[in-house]
């Protein structure tokens, strides 16, 4: 039997009834989660149903505000609901969830968690396992020397190595007693000294064991508990009934069925206390008596055995629709993760298309660069030859002209050597060279460079012709010669003209352009005919 200090919320109908229509009010995600904990563990005893509904609800605003307190406290409680319902295994799985959240953040419900976890372990039997956390929980309330706990988890640890080790139990009982000395409460002395009277009980010393029940009867006062009351005229029932004193054990067995009848009908205590009342009766021989008690006993324990069932029954459904929900939320999860795992493929395949389609963007980039680049490589190309060929026009022209030239000079000196010759034979024979060279000379200069230029610029005659039709071959000569880019006194030097002939011939030849704007340049002009 467990002092525990540690106090359930009970609300009445007319308080949960508030709770909810405060609930109602709030629109604090932090301040729903503690309201719909209040409302859950109001209903918990009376309609298990909407329970699980508030119990959702604070789930999911404690989950909304994702703070590690807010968390705990939602675990911890739920912890505490479900042990409350004997629903031990699902109890703990909550108060370690709640463990997980205060180990981020230094609290002092840290303690009460602890000392949660002792208890429900104490429940089901783990005795390493409650000691484990009962020292924790002793560890912590060193440090705030704070009494009245200390002593109430001494007197704990002691109740669960009285199964184990009576000397080590009493150890830790006595240790609680002297914390209890200076504290006002008489619920805890009662529990250590009728627990000090039990390990003496099992030691086989009756009488310091007798002293000590004494000194828990004597610590009975009003405002104890009537339970407690019970347990300890059970206990002190039971030591007068092994030391074979039947009516001081009726005495007091007497006293507790009489107050369980009322507090605490068809109990486990009820069945203990009169369970020991028919024992007592049937060693001092009143049969009757005996038999009308366990007459009594019976009901109460097929009573407890239906109710054990109804709760284990209880308990299996509780279980079962916690795990269910648990299952159904574990898939949603899922499913949303599948989900999230599906966006990102999606995602990660339109990244993947949008790098695709960007590489090939950029390649064809580079492959239209490196075109225009081919094209400009080309074209510098085309035009380097084509400046190559004018030159081997012009240059050839210009041999042409000096050629003509040099011969011209020659005729004319052959002219004069004739006409100072004497022989007849050296005058036919100046006569026949100067025939042949005139011969050489006949061939048209520029109708041999008309064809080299029309081997360059093919169609440029033709396109010229046909915008300026009256143009004469004069003009488009001069045409040839400009669309080579040559300056007039260039143009002078080939023809054997004057720089001012040429400078009236390109003025004439602009006004048969019809080329009137003075800003526009006629070699540029005639390089547009190709």
Known sequence: MLFILETTSSFSQEEVSVLVDSLAKVASPADKTILSLKVASGLADIDWERTRYYIDIAKENAIAVNSPNVLANYYQTVGGIYSEKDALDIALENFFKAYEFYELITSSEKFKLDNNLAIVYARTGNQESALKFFRKAYSYQQIYKDSLHLASILNNMGRIWL???VDSSLLYF????????????????????????????????????????????????????????????????????????????????????????????????????????????LTNNDFEAASRYFEKYTVISDTLNLEDKRVNVEKLLIGEEYRNKEKIRELEESKQHSRNYIILLVLLAILLFLGILLVKFRNKLKRAKLEKQLVTAKQLELNANLQLKNKELIGKAMIEMHRTEIIEDILNDLKKI?????????????????????????????????????????????????KHPGITSRDKRLCALLKLNLTSKEIAQITGQSLKSVENARTRLRKKLNITNSHTDLSVYLSTFG
């Open 174 to 281: 006595k240790k609680s007693l002297k914390l209890a000395e200076n504290i006002e409460n008489p619920n805890l002395k009662v529990y250590l000294y009728t627990n000090i009277g039990k390990c003496y009980l099992l030691k086989e010393d009756f009488k310091l064991s007798k002293e000590y029940y004494n000194l828990a009867i004597t610590s009975v006062v009003p405002k104890t508990n009537l339970q407690n009351k019970a347990w300890v005229y059970d206990e002190f029932s039971e030591y007068y009934l092994k030391i074979g004193n039947a009516d001081s054990a009726i005495f007091y067995s007497k006293k507790s069925v009489n107050i369980l009848d009322s507090v605490a009908p068809y109990s486990f205590e009820h069945q203990r206390a009169v369970k020991l009342l028919y024992k007592s009766y």
């Open 418 to 466: 004739k006409l100072k010759a004497v022989k007849k034979e050296t005058q036919n024979a100046i006569d026949y060279i100067v025939k042949r060279l005139k011969r050489d000379t006949s061939s048209n200069v520029w109708e041999e460079f008309e064809l080299r230029f029309e081997q360059v610029h093919e169609s440029f005659y033709k396109h010229l012709s046909e």
């Open 163 to 165: 199964e184990k080790d």
